[in-house]
């Protein structure tokens, strides 16, 4: 647990990427252009940060189209953080 925060493995996500469960999935914020910001599963993305706000109707957004990489070739898909993108320690 490097500087105090939550444990993961080393390495970081691309700029247009968000950490989700030990992943690393493009932005919800990117993917519906600002209507759904909040990602709470890999599929899914929600109006509000808070989960339980997401069971209500037109609250959140299904689509198996979101559970992508925001780079090209393999950080096109969901991938674990690239060390490549922090630094030697």
């Excluded at 647990?1 to 990117?30: N, R």
């Excluded at 997401?54 to 559970?67: E, T, V």
């Amino acid at each position: 647990m490097a500087g105090g925060g939550c444990p993961h493995a080393a390495g970081a996500c691309l700029a247009d990427e968000e950490f989700h469960l030990g992943t690393c999935f493009k932005k919800c914020s990117l993917l519906t252009g600002g209507v759904f910001p909040y990602r709470t599963t890999p599929e899914a993305c929600c109006k509000e940060k808070a989960s339980f706000s997401c069971m209500k109707p037109g609250q959140s957004n299904l689509k198996s189209a979101y559970a992508v990489g925001g780079g090209t070739a393999a950080m096109a898909v969901p991938h674990i953080p690239e060390t490549s993108l922090t630094e030697a320690r």
